[in-house]
């Protein structure tokens, strides 16, 4: 579609306010799948309440063990580094961040 834009809103998906007039689409990426069921729920339903009535929700879904078998790899992103952690006893994918060159931990 000519003139089509893509608005991308990198956010804590539990605690991100957002628009009211809604998106065609949502993209959740890295994670669903990982917690309880409780919180899947509640992520689902938030997705829901982003799109518009003919919206669709494109939901990438890992599995635990990948999450485990990702644990201590990372990589680089400009001044920042990123690596992944997975807490077993909750089911969690841990994403850290922080600068490489102070140790300081970036949101």
């Known amino acids: 579609h000519s003139g089509a834009r893509v608005k991308v809103i990198e956010a ?9 007039d809604g998106f065609n689409a949502v993209c959740y990426w890295d994670g669903f799948g990982i917690g309880t069921d409780e919180e899947q729920r509640k ?16 939901i990438d879904v890992y599995t635990p063990w990948h999450a485990a078998k990702s644990s201590g790899h990372g990589w680089q992103v400009g001044r920042a580094r990123r690596e992944y952690g997975f807490d077993g006893e909750n089911c969690r994918w841990i994403d850290r ?11």
């Open 97 to 107: 961040w922080w600068l490489e060159e102070t140790g300081e931990s970036v949101e």
């Open 43 to 58: 992520l689902l339903w938030r997705i829901w309440s982003w799109l518009r009535p003919d919206g669709v929700a494109l």
């Open 12 to 20: 804590d998906f539990y605690q991100v306010a957002l628009p009211e």
